[in-house]
């Protein structure tokens, strides 16, 4: 039974919950290492992956709250992304998180460094839908207002409308 609302005993009650909230909250990096799987080249992410093809996770204490994985993984373990830079992948594998493979760079870099190798996707490290995504949904992604979310094992789980943050 909680205290009265507005109470001394109240307030108190209150900051105990919340702080028994926030300790079960994991911490975003366990989050998303829970659903990496590593082999011996790859971290490959087996989450939600947006349109662009590489993943995103859901975290409720940023603005905006869905986050590029490999953005994530690259502060919480490299260091901070100086801004307006982007976090590139020296692999092909778009879902693949793993530190190493990781540069800084602009946005022509990640473009040039794609271009130079062929950005030749192996068809196997992909989600194995993507190619079922409808035209439409398709068409509201390119204009940058909406992603498509899929379930650990490749299903689609959805869409979600979200400002990517790189
Ligand atoms: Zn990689």
């Known amino acids: 039974m909680p205290p009265i609302k507005g109470t001394v005993e109240w307030e108190a009650w209150r ?4 702080a028994i909230k926030r300790s079960k909250t994991k911490p975003i990096i366990e989050r998303i290492m829970a659903r990496v799987e590593k082999t011996d080249t790859y971290w490959l992410w087996r ?14 204490t940023k603005t905006p709250y869905t ?5 994530v993984v690259y502060e919480e373990l490299v260091g901070a992304i100086p801004p307006s830079l982007q976090v590139c992948h020296r692999c092909d594998v778009r879902i693949c998180v793993n530190p ?19 950005r030749k996707s192996n ?7 993507r190619e079922k995504i409808s ?3 398709k068409e509201q992604f390119r204009t940058g207002r909406r992603v498509v979310l899929h379930k650990a094992n490749g299903d689609l ?5 979200v400002k990517h943050d790189g």
């Open 15 to 18: 900051l105990k919950i919340m």
């Open 135 to 137: 035209i439409k949904i």
């Open 47 to 60: 989450g939600a992956v947006g349109m662009a093809g590489y993943g995103i996770v859901t975290d409720r």
């Open 100 to 118: 190493d493979h990781f540069f800084i760079g602009t946005a022509s870099d990640n473009h040039r460094d794609a271009w130079l190798k062929g």
């Open 67 to 71: 986050r590029s994985v490999h953005r």
């Open 123 to 129: 068809p196997a490290l992909l989600p194995s839908s």
């Open 157 to 161: 789980a959805g869409t979600r409308v």
